[in-house]
């Protein structure tokens, strides 16, 4: 089964710099790519970039593929792509109008360029992607995600994405980034097998996203990355287990504009036999025929619905102060993040309240309670999770302090950081290791782990002590859960004595370590100086790699080996909870997780 990495991109908008810039940033990152598309407006208004980009100064990393949207194509360009047979330069290739391709990877891509003024009738059924300018009319039906514009769409492309069927569909016209909850279609007729009582008959998902414009004021996301199986190499028995949140299609009302697979009498997507349209009309009729104007579900008027009596959509509904700005999408005076489209609760998966406030935190996002695996200290959905020792709540990480901790808070010789200062930072959600993060959650999960590695940073050295922070990361397991150590170290202790430290109990230990490349193995074991460098062992897969290797190295360092094993450190929770509060309190002026005006 052959996995292929796509990055796809809003408007560029001329900004080709800017664009290649950002995504050899992304492709060092969480690359490397095999396929770039870019949507909506590749060059813009302002295009004198585009000899930089001929000449080879700018270069495409990837191969890519642009269309675009409310702007016809340059002349240059359109000259250059008639001579090159659609490629304008190395690695950058013309879609076209409208049309479809399949990659030399077998992903079998439709798209529509520009505004549609009329309906289109010859795109393929059943695609990878699609990539259209314009939204899709009624995208936002039946999903339980707020906007901060009012989305109108095209109709036509409403019936495009209706009848293409495709599993991703891309589009940039609002200009903001929304990812819509997965949703239903009809199964095609080619991918149904009769015999074959494990596939899901009633079609495969649909995930549509909008994107931003690069470069965007509002800091709204541009990019999104993920994992493709292309339909070429896909069993239909792949989609027999629907998607978390899976609504029905929103398009459910529209007539077909064309493809229709159902028989001719058959004029609506979940029509069986009736032509004619039900009413929606919103007005005095029985409940089961009512549609809600506050959440556009049917079954009982307004004055009944359930976000009325939700407190949390209630607080979400209310317009910010103008100098409020959501940690989420970065929009000022537009929403609180609780009502951020972007944001859902990294414990239920469900939006409409905080972390902090999620009504049902014992139901993993991700279910992994489904397995018959060990159930995972880290994870907050765990009920024997220990609580009491969070300090600070985020949307991807979470600040704990470290049961039986290194550093005694008793002993201020070896730390004065109030509460000891020996804490974690573990993702909300259970991964295994950082590289089973989804790529469109690495980069804001980085972003918050950056941010409390900064904050700690600060607190640490108010009470001179530097930060000493080490992982052990094995690929392929399941129970482990993504976290780092963070440890305050004296400041008497410089980087190099820290890095001596580590590379001679290294190797004692019969291994080496090095400083870190641009790339992590899968298995390693890393440490991050004070100074800001970087220290890194491949684990064999067989190796039998000492997990409290880094745990050893430090507490000989300070002088108290005897506190090598955590187990030996368990504290009463008593004792817990006052250092926790201790931490707390020291730690609240720095948090960057609490909100300040």
Known sequence: MTTIKVLTVGSANGKLAELFAGVNKINNKFGPFDLLLCVGD?????????????????????????????????????????????????????????????????????????????????????????????????????????????????????????????????ATSEKIFYQREPYQNSPSPHLINNDDDSQMQFGHPTWFIGLAEVGNSSKSKWYYGFNLVPFVHLSPSAFASPPDRLTECPFIKRKRGFGDDSSAGNNYFWNTGDTSEPSTKRGKRNNHEYICNKCNNPGHHIRECPELKDPNKKFGARKPPKNYVCNKCKQAGVHYIINCPEYTCNLCGENGHLVKDCPNPYKSKKNHNKTATPPCWFCLSNPKTVKHLIVSLGDEIYLSLAKGPLTDSQDKNISQVPGGGHVLLVTIQHHPTFRDVPIEDQVNMMNELEKYKSSLKTLFRKYDADMVIYEVSRAGGTQQHYHLQVVPVPIRFNSNMIREAFVKEASDSGFELHPTSTSLPSHYFKVDLPEGTSLVHEINPDEKFDVQFGRKVLANLLGCSERTDWRACKLDEEQERLDANKFREAFTPYDPMIERS
Not at 84 to 100: A, D, I, R, V, W
Not at 117 to 130: A, E, Y
Request: charged share 20%; aromatic share 10%; net charge negative.
């Open 42 to 170: 590749f060059f813009g208004e302002d295009n004198t970039e585009i000899e930089s980009l001929i000449s080879g100064e700018i270069k495409v990393p990837i191969t890519s593929y642009f269309m675009y949207g409310e702007r016809e194509l340059p002349d240059i360009v359109k000259e250059r792509i008639a001579s090159n047979n659609g490629e304008f330069c190395p690695n950058l290739f013309y879609l076209g109008q409208k049309g479809s391709i399949n990659t030399i990877h077998g992903v079998k891509i439709a798209f529509v360029s520009g505004i549609l003024d009329s309906p289109i009738t010859d795109l393929p059924n059943t695609v990878d992607i699609l990539l259209t300018h314009e939204w899709p009319e009624s995208v936002t039906n039946l999903s339980t995600q707020n906007l901060p514009t009012n989305v109108k769409g095209s109709e036509h492309v409403a019936n495009a994405a209706l009848a293409v069927k495709p599993r991703y569909h891309f």
